[in-house]
């Protein structure tokens, strides 16, 4: 799943509105990011078989330490760990920050379970693997997407109001090119040259969309409720 999860990060934004989306989105995304360093080191596997799937050519062979359940609540707890201890999220001492970033850093693994094939591992080796390949279905694909990250936008637009241009406009508009770009790469599926040169330009792309969120984000203020 690509921009579904930002929708899960948009909606966290409503339980603790101190916290910059830029790190929200971040965390949704936070097993990816390790994905594309880990592919790039040959650490973990991936195979481009154009066809394999109607809505991706991802063959997975391996990846336990980003996309197991397993690890996924590892990987949870540690950003969690994070945010409660790093200096630079002082400021969000006593808030419930940390929880929220480690629950949605845990929520990718469950959004990626109805879109991959069966090859998501419960734990390491010969472990159980799940999935209920959407992928398989082009329309369901980008449908189940598109709808996560508006129903996550609706979410964040109520929960926050706009001061100024940029936060009247901005994450509205940056939704919509993510939502474009998905579609149009998706129903293209001009297969990237590598896994490697994928994972390199994954990596990059990433911090480009936390990046914007974050500098969007500083012009929405919470809305006061109750
Ligand atoms: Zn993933």
């Known amino acids: 799943m690509f921009i579904g999860h930002y929708g899960v990060a948009l909606a966290a934004k409503k339980i603790e509105p101190k916290l910059s989306l830029g790190w929200l989105f971040a965390a949704s995304q936070f097993v990816d990011i390790l994905w594309t360093m880990f592919v790039f080191a040959g650490i973990e596997h991936v195979e481009i078989e154009p066809g394999l799937m109607e809505a991706s050519p991802m063959n997975f062979v391996s990846y336990p330490y980003t ?4 690890m996924s609540v590892v990987w949870g707890v540690l950003v969690y760990a994070l945010v409660y201890a790093l200096p630079i999220f002082k400021a969000l001492r006593g808030t419930k920050a940390a929880l929220i970033m480690g629950a949605v850093t845990l929520s990718h693994w469950f959004l990626d379970l109805p879109v991959h094939r069966p090859d998501m ?8 693997k799940v999935g209920f390949g959407l992928w398989n279905n082009m329309a369901a694909t980008i449908a189940l997407e598109v709808l996560l990250l508006l129903g996550g936008l609706w979410i964040y637009r109520r929960a926050t109001k706009p001061d100024g241009k940029r936060g009247k406009y901005g994450i509205s508009i940056l939704c919509a090119v993510l939502i474009a770009v998905f579609t149009m790469t998706t129903v293209s599926q001009q297969p990237p040259p590598s896994g490697k040169a994928m994972a390199v330009t994954g990596f990059f792309m990433y911090l480009i969309i936390c990046g914007f ?13 109750e």
Not at 121 to 128: E, I, K, V
Not at 213 to 225: F, I, M, P
């Open 67 to 70: 996309h197991s359940l397993l």
């Open 121 to 128: 591992p419960l734990a390491f080796g010969d472990s159980t």
């Open 213 to 225: 969120a974050a500098w969007l984000d500083t012009r929405r203020v919470a809305v006061k409720t």
